[in-house]
Protein backbone atom coordinates (compact mmCIF):
# COMPACT_ATOMS: atom_id res chain seq x y z
CA UNK A 1 0.00 0.00 0.00
CA UNK A 2 2.48 2.33 0.89
CA UNK A 3 6.59 2.29 -0.46
CA UNK A 4 8.91 4.60 0.61
CA UNK A 5 12.13 3.98 -1.55
CA UNK A 6 15.70 5.52 -0.81
CA UNK A 7 14.70 8.77 0.45
CA UNK A 8 16.53 11.55 1.56
CA UNK A 9 15.47 14.61 2.37
CA UNK A 10 16.11 17.64 5.14
CA UNK A 11 16.08 21.46 5.59
CA UNK A 12 18.49 23.36 3.47
CA UNK A 13 21.62 21.50 3.52
CA UNK A 14 21.10 19.70 6.52
CA UNK A 15 20.32 15.74 5.37
CA UNK A 16 17.99 14.35 7.85
CA UNK A 17 16.56 11.01 5.89
CA UNK A 18 19.22 9.28 4.72
CA UNK A 19 18.17 6.88 1.92
CA UNK A 20 14.79 5.48 3.91
CA UNK A 21 13.14 2.22 2.60
CA UNK A 22 9.27 1.64 4.42
CA UNK A 23 6.85 -0.55 2.88
CA UNK A 24 3.32 -0.53 5.04
CA UNK A 25 0.99 -3.44 2.93
CA UNK A 26 -2.54 -3.33 2.51
CA UNK A 27 -4.61 -4.52 6.28
CA UNK A 28 -1.37 -4.33 8.23
CA UNK A 29 -0.46 -2.45 11.67
CA UNK A 30 3.32 -1.04 11.73
CA UNK A 31 5.40 1.32 14.10
CA UNK A 32 8.25 3.23 14.09
CA UNK A 33 10.22 4.20 16.49
CA UNK A 34 13.36 6.21 17.38
CA UNK A 35 14.56 8.87 19.64
CA UNK A 36 13.88 12.49 19.40
CA UNK A 37 16.23 14.14 16.41
CA UNK A 38 16.04 10.73 14.52
CA UNK A 39 14.03 11.61 11.37
CA UNK A 40 10.55 10.27 12.35
CA UNK A 41 8.65 13.65 11.79
CA UNK A 42 10.84 14.76 9.11
CA UNK A 43 9.62 11.19 7.55
CA UNK A 44 5.91 11.83 7.87
CA UNK A 45 6.34 15.52 6.47
CA UNK A 46 7.45 13.63 3.02
CA UNK A 47 4.49 11.67 3.12
CA UNK A 48 1.93 14.16 3.24
CA UNK A 49 4.19 16.67 1.11
CA UNK A 50 5.28 19.57 3.63
CA UNK A 51 8.63 18.89 2.50
CA UNK A 52 9.99 17.54 -0.24
CA UNK A 53 12.32 15.21 -0.45
CA UNK A 54 15.60 15.73 -2.38
CA UNK A 55 15.72 12.05 -3.93
CA UNK A 56 13.87 8.54 -3.54
CA UNK A 57 9.91 7.90 -4.11
CA UNK A 58 6.87 7.84 -1.61
CA UNK A 59 4.71 5.59 -3.21
CA UNK A 60 0.96 5.01 -2.58
CA UNK A 61 -1.34 2.30 -3.90
CA UNK A 62 1.10 2.55 -6.94
CA UNK A 63 0.55 6.39 -7.17
CA UNK A 64 3.96 8.56 -6.74
CA UNK A 65 3.39 10.73 -4.28
CA UNK A 66 6.81 13.37 -4.35
CA UNK A 67 4.68 15.89 -6.63
CA UNK A 68 1.60 16.35 -5.17
CA UNK A 69 0.70 18.62 -2.52
CA UNK A 70 -1.30 17.81 1.13
CA UNK A 71 -4.66 17.96 -0.26
CA UNK A 72 -3.74 15.50 -3.34
CA UNK A 73 -2.44 13.14 -0.82
CA UNK A 74 -5.13 13.16 1.85
CA UNK A 75 -7.42 12.02 -1.12
CA UNK A 76 -5.80 9.10 -2.04
CA UNK A 77 -6.61 7.85 1.14
CA UNK A 78 -4.37 8.25 4.22
CA UNK A 79 -5.05 10.62 6.84
CA UNK A 80 -2.55 11.51 9.36
CA UNK A 81 -3.58 12.24 13.15
CA UNK A 82 -0.55 14.44 13.98
CA UNK A 83 1.31 15.34 17.30
CA UNK A 84 -0.27 17.83 19.84
CA UNK A 85 -3.58 17.08 17.94
CA UNK A 86 -4.14 20.52 16.32
CA UNK A 87 -7.66 21.14 17.52
CA UNK A 88 -9.52 24.01 16.73
CA UNK A 89 -10.21 25.06 20.50
CA UNK A 90 -13.07 26.95 19.97
CA UNK A 91 -15.30 24.45 18.11
CA UNK A 92 -17.30 22.25 19.52
CA UNK A 93 -16.28 18.27 19.82
CA UNK A 94 -18.87 17.38 17.00
CA UNK A 95 -17.17 20.23 14.77
CA UNK A 96 -13.77 18.97 15.21
CA UNK A 97 -14.67 15.75 14.23
CA UNK A 98 -16.40 16.27 11.06
CA UNK A 99 -13.45 18.77 10.31
CA UNK A 100 -11.57 15.50 8.93
CA UNK A 101 -14.63 14.97 6.41
CA UNK A 102 -13.91 17.99 4.68
CA UNK A 103 -12.73 16.34 1.42
CA UNK A 104 -15.96 13.91 1.29
CA UNK A 105 -18.99 14.26 -0.56
CA UNK A 106 -20.71 11.28 0.54
CA UNK A 107 -22.80 10.39 3.74
CA UNK A 108 -20.16 10.67 6.82
CA UNK A 109 -23.34 9.29 8.79
CA UNK A 110 -22.16 5.79 9.37
CA UNK A 111 -18.47 6.77 9.81
CA UNK A 112 -19.80 9.54 12.88
CA UNK A 113 -21.62 6.59 13.46
CA UNK A 114 -18.28 4.45 14.63
CA UNK A 115 -16.04 6.89 15.79
CA UNK A 116 -18.68 8.01 18.53
CA UNK A 117 -19.32 3.85 18.82
CA UNK A 118 -15.50 3.59 19.51
CA UNK A 119 -14.89 6.63 21.98
CA UNK A 120 -18.24 7.27 23.86
CA UNK A 121 -17.49 9.94 26.14
CA UNK A 122 -16.60 12.59 22.83
CA UNK A 123 -20.99 11.43 22.39
CA UNK A 124 -21.34 12.68 25.61
CA UNK A 125 -19.31 15.90 25.53
CA UNK A 126 -19.89 16.33 21.55
CA UNK A 127 -21.55 19.82 22.16
CA UNK A 128 -18.76 21.28 24.34
CA UNK A 129 -15.84 23.32 23.03
CA UNK A 130 -12.69 21.30 22.26
CA UNK A 131 -10.26 23.18 24.96
CA UNK A 132 -12.61 22.23 27.61
CA UNK A 133 -11.53 18.42 27.44
CA UNK A 134 -8.66 16.79 29.42
CA UNK A 135 -5.57 15.54 27.33
CA UNK A 136 -7.10 11.98 26.72
CA UNK A 137 -10.18 13.13 25.49
CA UNK A 138 -8.27 15.70 23.09
CA UNK A 139 -6.80 12.93 21.86
CA UNK A 140 -9.54 10.82 21.20
CA UNK A 141 -11.15 13.44 19.38
CA UNK A 142 -7.86 13.78 16.96
CA UNK A 143 -8.21 10.31 16.36
CA UNK A 144 -12.02 10.28 15.49
CA UNK A 145 -11.02 13.23 12.92
CA UNK A 146 -8.38 11.27 11.17
CA UNK A 147 -10.88 8.16 11.15
CA UNK A 148 -13.43 10.61 9.40
CA UNK A 149 -11.29 11.38 6.62
CA UNK A 150 -12.27 7.55 5.96
CA UNK A 151 -8.97 6.28 5.62
CA UNK A 152 -7.28 3.32 3.52
CA UNK A 153 -3.98 4.40 5.44
CA UNK A 154 -4.26 5.98 8.93
CA UNK A 155 -1.22 7.56 9.79
CA UNK A 156 -0.71 8.59 13.41
CA UNK A 157 2.15 10.52 14.96
CA UNK A 158 3.11 10.36 19.19
CA UNK A 159 -0.54 9.85 20.02
CA UNK A 160 0.42 8.85 23.93
CA UNK A 161 2.47 11.94 24.28
CA UNK A 162 2.22 13.18 27.60
CA UNK A 163 -0.89 11.29 28.66
CA UNK A 164 -0.87 9.49 32.14
CA UNK A 165 -0.69 5.66 31.43
CA UNK A 166 -3.99 4.45 32.30
CA UNK A 167 -5.30 6.62 29.21
CA UNK A 168 -2.40 5.15 26.84
CA UNK A 169 -3.78 1.55 27.63
CA UNK A 170 -6.70 3.04 26.43
CA UNK A 171 -5.92 4.66 23.24
CA UNK A 172 -3.59 1.35 22.42
CA UNK A 173 -7.01 -0.21 23.18
CA UNK A 174 -8.82 1.39 20.77
CA UNK A 175 -5.81 1.48 18.18
CA UNK A 176 -6.35 -2.11 17.83
CA UNK A 177 -10.07 -1.94 17.51
CA UNK A 178 -9.72 0.11 14.76
CA UNK A 179 -7.15 -2.33 13.23
CA UNK A 180 -9.35 -5.29 13.40
CA UNK A 181 -12.41 -3.01 11.84
CA UNK A 182 -10.50 -3.46 8.66
CA UNK A 183 -7.72 -0.26 8.79
CA UNK A 184 -4.13 -0.03 7.86
CA UNK A 185 -2.09 1.63 10.29
CA UNK A 186 1.08 3.28 10.56
CA UNK A 187 2.07 4.45 13.98
CA UNK A 188 5.02 6.30 14.70
CA UNK A 189 5.74 6.56 18.13
CA UNK A 190 8.31 7.06 21.07
CA UNK A 191 6.57 4.93 23.49
CA UNK A 192 8.67 1.81 22.21
CA UNK A 193 6.91 -0.79 24.27
CA UNK A 194 3.36 0.28 23.63
CA UNK A 195 3.97 0.12 19.56
CA UNK A 196 5.81 -3.09 19.96
CA UNK A 197 2.79 -4.71 21.75
CA UNK A 198 0.35 -3.39 19.34
CA UNK A 199 1.95 -3.89 15.82
CA UNK A 200 2.47 -6.22 13.33
CA UNK A 201 6.12 -4.88 12.01
CA UNK A 202 7.94 -2.13 13.05
CA UNK A 203 10.85 -0.36 11.80
CA UNK A 204 13.95 1.59 14.46
CA UNK A 205 15.31 4.87 13.19
CA UNK A 206 17.87 6.69 14.46
CA UNK A 207 20.15 9.29 12.74
CA UNK A 208 17.95 9.44 10.31
CA UNK A 209 18.52 5.86 9.05
CA UNK A 210 16.45 2.63 9.52
CA UNK A 211 18.41 0.92 12.69
CA UNK A 212 16.58 -2.43 12.26
CA UNK A 213 12.90 -3.34 11.37
CA UNK A 214 11.20 -6.81 11.64
CA UNK A 215 8.14 -8.50 13.58
CA UNK A 216 7.60 -6.33 16.38
CA UNK A 217 7.39 -9.83 18.48
CA UNK A 218 11.33 -10.61 17.31
CA UNK A 219 12.26 -6.99 18.00
CA UNK A 220 10.85 -7.05 21.27
CA UNK A 221 12.94 -9.90 22.43
CA UNK A 222 16.23 -8.05 20.72
CA UNK A 223 18.54 -7.51 23.85
CA UNK A 224 19.79 -4.18 22.33
CA UNK A 225 16.33 -3.17 21.07
CA UNK A 226 15.56 -4.02 24.99
CA UNK A 227 18.28 -2.06 26.14
CA UNK A 228 17.61 1.07 24.45
CA UNK A 229 13.85 1.67 24.12
CA UNK A 230 12.78 -1.39 26.95
CA UNK A 231 14.71 -0.32 30.27
CA UNK A 232 15.44 -3.79 30.04
Known amino acids: MLKISKLVAGYGKAIILKSVDITVK ?32 IEFNGNQLNDMDSAQIISQGITFCPEGRMLVGTLTVRENIELGAYLRKDDIQEDRKLVYK ?19 EQQMV ?23 PIIVQEIGKKLSELHKLGITILLVEQN ?39 GV
Not at 118 to 136: I, V, Y
Not at 144 to 157: E, S, T, W, Y
Request: one cysteine or more.
Open 26 to 57: DGEFVSIIGPNGAGKSTLLKCIFGLIKATSGT
Open 118 to 136: LFPRLEERKAQQARTLSGG
Open 142 to 164: AIARAIMGKPQLLVLDEVTIGLA
Open 192 to 230: AKLALNLTDRCYVIEFGSILQEGPSAELRNDKKIQAAYL
